[in-house]
Nanobody, 117 residues
Framework: QVHLVESGGGLVQPGGSLRLSCAPS????????MGWYRQAPGNEREFVAS???????NYADSVRGRFTISRDNPRDTVFLQMDNLKPGDTAVYYC???????????WGQGTQVTVSS
């Protein structure tokens, strides 16, 4: 069973920045798509960003131009650099790593991001 550990959440003022990190507890042998999702209270979990094994990226419209996803393949680590944060970005952020041959993947425990207002 793959266990993803994420960190980097916290409290930040509007316009500030945070960087989230996520890595498995052990090596992942399969080729995976890495991504970030977020969930605010009462809302569905929504897609934020993803990155393929060959470093192609995709972003939700709400974060495009402000967030940057990246990966360190030797360490199986995914990052989310969040700049110009807005109160609407407040949510629990979850990382996901999905083997490319599977429909679903593995989830991190979630890290709270709070943008104060």
């Amino acid at each position: 069973q793959v266990h993803l550990v994420e960190s980097g959440g916290g409290l930040v003022q509007p316009g500030g920045s945070l960087r989230l990190s996520c890595a498995p507890s052990g090596s992942i042998s399969s080729i995976v798509v890495m991504g970030w999702y977020r969930q605010a209270p009462g809302n569905e979990r929504e897609f934020v960003a993803s990155i393929t094994p060959d470093h192609r990226t995709n972003y939700a419209d709400s974060v495009r131009g402000r967030f940057t996803i990246s990966r360190d393949n030797p360490r199986d680590t995914v990052f989310l650099q969040m700049d110009n944060l807005k109160p609407g970005d407040t949510a629990v952020y979850y990382c996901n790593m999905r083997p490319i041959h599977l429909a679903s993947g593995y989830w991190g425990q979630g890290t709270q991001v709070t943008v104060s207002s």
